[in-house]
């Protein structure tokens, strides 16, 4: 058994369990081992859930720009990126919050910034520009994956309907919210029209530092 063969286990258990169901004792009786064989690898769980999300991460394409492809598209296509890989598995916003990088995705990150810097960023413009996307598609999918969950727990086998009016009738009593709702469109769409934002900014953060 090896680190890899852990968080690959891990990474079942938390689409199976979710975050909070990924324990020590479980992902043992998981692999088939006691605990202390698992803290032989990782010295704590902060240190697997770290691993865990580096194991995630590392499946985006990191690096410059495409051939072609400037730095509105690059950041666009991040950020479409880091939704489908953090969508991919239960809680994989919650799992990435707050986790540290490790040594290879810096290295990679590190590339990221120098392709932008090569564009006309400043070091500083690129990392604030960088982390602005990533914390907006984090905290998007987060909120997706919450709602999700929730209307699993809300619709599944013994669950009972909320008090009160149903939608229909309140949204009767809200009719500009109801249009509002009608006219965002789906999920995807709204991620698209907060990606579109953000990358406006990003233009715009740079057009008031230029003389």
């Keep these: 058994m090896d680190r890899e063969v852990i968080v690959t286990a891990a990474l079942e258990l938390l689409d199976e369990a979710g975050l909070d169901g990924v324990t020590v004792r479980r992902l043992a009786a998981r692999l088939g081992v006691q605990n202390p064989a698992l803290y032989w690898h990782f010295r704590s769980k902060r240190a697997l859930l770290d691993e865990m999300a580096q194991a995630l991460q590392s499946r985006q394409d ?41 040594p290879e995705l810096i290295v990679r990150f590190e590339a990221e910034l120098g392709s932008l810097v090569e564009q006309g960023f400043t070091p500083t413009q690129a990392l604030l520009a960088i982390g602005t996307l990533t914390r907006f598609v984090n905290g998007f999918v987060l909120e997706e994956q919450a709602l999700h969950q929730r209307q699993i727990d809300t619709d599944g086998p013994g669950a009972e309907a909320p008090p009160g009016a149903s939608p229909i009738d309140a949204f009767k009593a809200t009719p500009i919210l109801a249009a509002a ?28 530092v230029k003389p």
């Excluded at 400037?70 to 919050?97: K, P």
């Excluded at 009608?182 to 769409?189: E, L, Q, V």
């Excluded at 991620?191 to 715009?204: K, N, S």
Aim: charged share 30%; aromatic share 8%.
């Design 62 to 102: 990191f690096g410059p720009p495409h051939e072609g492809e400037n730095w509105r598209q690059w950041f666009t296509r991040r950020g479409r990126e880091r939704r489908e890989i953090l969508l991919s598995h239960r809680d994989g916003a919650r799992l990435v919050a707050g986790t540290r990088p490790g």
């Design 181 to 208: 709702i009608r006219g965002s469109g789906d999920t995807d769409a709204s991620f698209e029209h907060g990606l579109r934002i953000v990358v406006d900014g990003i233009a715009g953060s740079l057009d008031e």
